[in-house]
Each structure stands twice: as C-alpha cells, then as structure tokens.
C-alpha cells in the first residue's frame, strides 16, 4: 500500500500541470481579461485605477492603434504601463511558465485588484467555507447512513413509504430556495426573528467567553447549514438503501442467515463492509463540492464571505492570480482527498488490495 501512495503522490504533479494548462489557454482566450478591465475603470474616471498606474490616465489623449477594447484614445505608454503592471509586457508562454513555476513553490502571487497576496485572501475566506463544508457533511452523512440503512432494512414497510416522501420533498427543493424559505420564517423576513441573517460571527465575538463564542458561532451558522444538509442527504440516503438491499438480496447473506447469525451480525458484520465501498466512493466529490462549489448560494443568501464567492468574484473581474490559485488549491486538496478515499477502501475491506492491481 505505501508503494501505491507513493506512486499516487507522483502522479499529482502531472495532473495539476494539465489541469493547469488547459484552464491557462481557457482563460487567455477568454475576453475582458485584467487589462481591458482597468482601462474600463480609467474611462469611467475612476481615481483609484489612475492612482495604481501612476496618474498615467491624466496622459496626453491620442490613438493608441492597441487590440484592447475600448483602449481608443489613450495613450500607448499608459497601455504599455497597465500591461506591465499586470504581466502582459510578456509572451503569453513566458507567463506560463512563469506560472507553473511559482505555482509548484506554493508562490501564488498577489491579487490584481484586492491589494491583497492569493494566500491572504484565502486564508481570510477558508474559516467560512470550512465551517459550512464540515459540519454539512458531518450531519449529512450522520443522517443520511442510518437513515438509508434503516429504509434498507424495513424496504415496503409504513416507516420506507414516509421516509421516502421526506427524502423526494428534500431531494427537489434546491438547497438555495430552501434557504430563503429558512429566512423568511426564522431569521425576522416575516415571522420569528430566532437567527442572524448575515456574518459566521457577531460583531462582539472577541468580547464573548469561550462558551458563549461557541454558541454565537454555531447560532449563525445553524440556517445555513440546514438549508446545505437538507439539499444534500436525500441523493446520499437512497444511495445508502440501494446500496444495501442489493448487498442483502446476494447469496453470502442468505448463508449468514443459515448459519443463524443474528440480523445485526449479517447486517454490520457481513453486509455493511461491502455495501460502505460505494458509500465511501462518493466522499471526496462530496467534499470538494459542498466545501467549494456547493455553498456557492448559501454565501450570497447568508452574507457569507467564502471561498465559493471569492473565486466567483475573481472570474467577474479576470481577477488571474486568485483563479488560477484557487483552481491549484482546490485541485491539490481533490487529489489528496481521492487518495484518502482509496487508502480508507482498504480499512473497511482489507481484502482490496491496490498494489497488486497496479
């Protein structure tokens, strides 16, 4: 097995340069890219893009004969400066490479237009998203397991009819209309006034003992994290109970019976191992979605200033260094996580044996 993750751990290095180098052409060919961004901000008169370059927009007006768009006008050394400023002095291939190179030493640059370094601003936003990836995925995996297992197990009955209902009803609400629902009813839009509308924490948290910062931080986060669960545990539910009424109808289990194990013995000693695997498979795209991609909505709805709503601002404004740092970050930790997918294969059933595969 360590061979295994060795081998693993090597081929993160080409999979990150190609995912590197295909979003790089994707995003090159993109239009309105950082430059035509700024000359956008200095034809609206605005004091703080003229400020960055120098004063360069209070330059002589003339035709500049530039490719940029809406560059008409202005002077050809102003231009010349912006490019500079953003690194577009050089070939796009030499940016590139300066790029990979930076990237590969963990040196991903300042944002463009937050005067901010990618690590900072990363940093700044992580505490949101992990607090939502986290504990949504806990409680969702918390619920959805025993609740597929027992759906699983009383398959037909009063119990798996009214749960299913329950589970299609979460399963075709969006994750972001249930959460407008969830402000309107209790955080003051038109009934109880229970929760907090906006923020991870109160404006007096450092004021707070320990105890009290606890319960302010899990009193904010309490609607967001039901409107991600309530989204998100239907699929992984009847996952579950597909998953184990078809490891209960195999003939290993009809042997079990025979042998008079007892129904909790055949269940979690015999049929849980094997029904798991497909449970476990589905873990990392879990993670990375609902830490990411997921709560995308839920930051906008909830005033939550995360990772999900830092890369979307980041493609808006051809913010570079912020996308394609964000893009490394998420792809490393997607990568790590798979890993640790296969290797926790191996401690539910010892009997996969990758090594040997490769």
């Not at 340069?17 to 239009?31: C, D, K, M, R």
């Not at 597909?242 to 290993?252: H, M």
């Amino acid at each position: 097995m360590f061979a295994y993750i060795i081998r693993r751990l090597f081929l993160i290095i080409p999979t990150l340069f190609g995912i590197l180098t295909l979003n790089f052409i994707i995003i090159q060919a993109a239009p309105g890219g950082p430059v035509e961004q700024m000359i956008a901000q200095i034809e609206g008169l605005d004091g703080s893009a003229a400020s960055r370059i120098g004063g360069g927009a209070q330059a002589e007006v003339r035709s500049s004969g530039s490719s940029y768009r809406g560059s008409q006008g202005l002077d050809p050394e102003l231009i010349k400066k912006i490019e500079k400023m953003y690194g577009f002095d050089k070939p796009a291939w030499e940016r590139f490479v300066i790029m990979v190179k930076d990237y590969f030493s963990f040196n991903f640059g300042n944002s463009f237009f937050r005067d901010k370094s990618v690590v900072d601003l990363i940093l700044e936003k992580l505490p949101v998203s992990v607090s939502l990836g986290l504990w949504s995925t806990i409680l969702v995996y918390l619920i959805s397991i025993p609740l597929g297992i027992r759906k699983a197990v009383k398959h037909g009955t009063p119990f798996d009819i009214w749960s299913s209902s329950i589970v299609i009803i979460g399963n075709a609400i969006p994750s972001f209309l249930f959460a407008i629902f969830l402000i309107i009813v209790f955080a003051g839009g038109s009934n109880l006034n229970w929760f907090p509308l906006r923020g991870l924490t109160s404006p007096n948290f450092d004021d707070l003992t320990l105890g009290q910062q606890i319960l302010d931080y899990f009193w904010h986060l309490t609607l967001p994290i039901t409107a991600l669960v309530i989204g998100g545990f239907a699929t992984l539910t009847m996952l579950t109970k597909n998953s184990f009424l078809d490891e209960i109808g195999k003939q290993y289990v009809v042997t079990a019976r025979a042998k008079g194990l007892k129904e909790n013995q055949v269940l979690y000693g015999h049929v849980f191992r094997n029904a798991m695997l497909i449970i476990i498979a589905g873990i990392p795209a879990a993670l990375v979605s609902i830490f990411f991609t997921g709560a995308f909505l839920i930051e906008i709805i909830f005033s939550l200033d995360g990772l999900g709503l830092l890369g979307f601002e980041s493609i808006l404004s051809r913010d570079y260094p912020v996308i394609f740092g964000t893009l490394f970050i998420f792809t490393l930790i997607s990568l790590l996580v798979n890993l640790i997918s296969d290797v926790t294969y191996t401690l539910v059933d010892p009997r996969i044996d990758f090594e040997s595969r490769s």
